[in-house]
């Protein structure tokens, strides 16, 4: 992941937790996003109580961003994927199952950890990607894409220093092999992603 850019340290980066991948232990701003912080804060309540407080900010959050653009949250419709768009997310849905299969027999360590993180989020940022660009939405579709990029770039330094040391991880490898292989997929896909700037973490 990028550096972030230097701000106020009492400043919170307006919408940091939509063009990140959620490791809030892992973020240099969470400290400065409304997500990290209630990440960070103990809970004495029960995680559904929990839950439900995080769904209960997020209609609200859904709720004000309808109201700028004149959107009623019951009017919305489900988003149409475009026949042929399908196939980046299925791609990214085998590769998740491969990297299911690997992390039963790795050994715990940093690879395990980033694939573990990551190979969830992957599909996940990729079909928001998809779904975005069907509704016109082109900045939410990089913004999505672009983190889905990122986590799988980081899933490949991991892999590659594993690799490395554990040459005879066949399966390893070709998860490697296929995370490098969806990084160009995903910019032929959505090359704007590239020049996509995420707000406090991108110059």
């Keep these: 992941m990028s550096e972030p850019l230097r701000t106020p340290s009492?400043?919170?980066?307006?919408?940091?937790?939509?063009?990140y991948d959620r490791w809030c232990e892992r973020c240099p701003l969470a400290d400065r996003c409304s997500i990290g912080r209630s990440a960070g804060v103990a809970s004495c309540e029960s995680p559904i109580v929990e839950v439900g407080a995080a769904l209960e900010r997020a209609m609200e959050m859904l709720e004000v961003e309808c109201a700028k653009h004149g959107v009623e949250l019951d009017d919305l419709e489900s988003p149409t994927v475009p026949a042929g768009a399908d196939d980046l997310a299925e791609?990214?849905?085998?590769?998740?199952?491969?990297?299911?299969?690997?992390?039963?027999?790795?050994?715990?360590?940093?690879?395990?950890?980033?694939?573990?993180?990551?190979?969830?989020?992957?599909?996940?940022?990729?079909?928001?990607?998809?779904?975005?660009?069907?509704?016109?939405s082109t900045e939410d579709a990089a913004g999505s894409a672009k983190v889905a990029s990122l986590g799988l770039a980081s899933v490949v330094d991991a892999l590659t220093s594993h690799c490395q040391r554990a040459p005879h991880d066949g399966a390893g490898l070709a998860l490697l092999i296929e995370a490098c292989a969806l990084i160009e997929a995903v910019e032929e896909r959505f090359p704007d992603q590239l020049s996509f700037r995420r707000p406090g973490f991108d110059p």
């Excluded at 009492?10 to 063009?19: I, Y």
């Excluded at 790795?106 to 779904?131: D, F, M, N, Q």
Aim: glycine share 8%; charged share 20%.
């Design 10 to 19: 009492n400043a919170e980066v307006d919408q940091a937790h939509n063009w």
């Design 91 to 136: 791609r990214a849905l085998s590769w998740t199952r491969a990297g299911a299969e690997w992390l039963k027999t790795a050994l715990a360590g940093e690879a395990c950890a980033v694939v573990g993180w990551y190979h969830t989020l992957v599909p996940t940022k990729l079909h928001r990607a998809i779904s975005s660009r069907a509704m016109g």
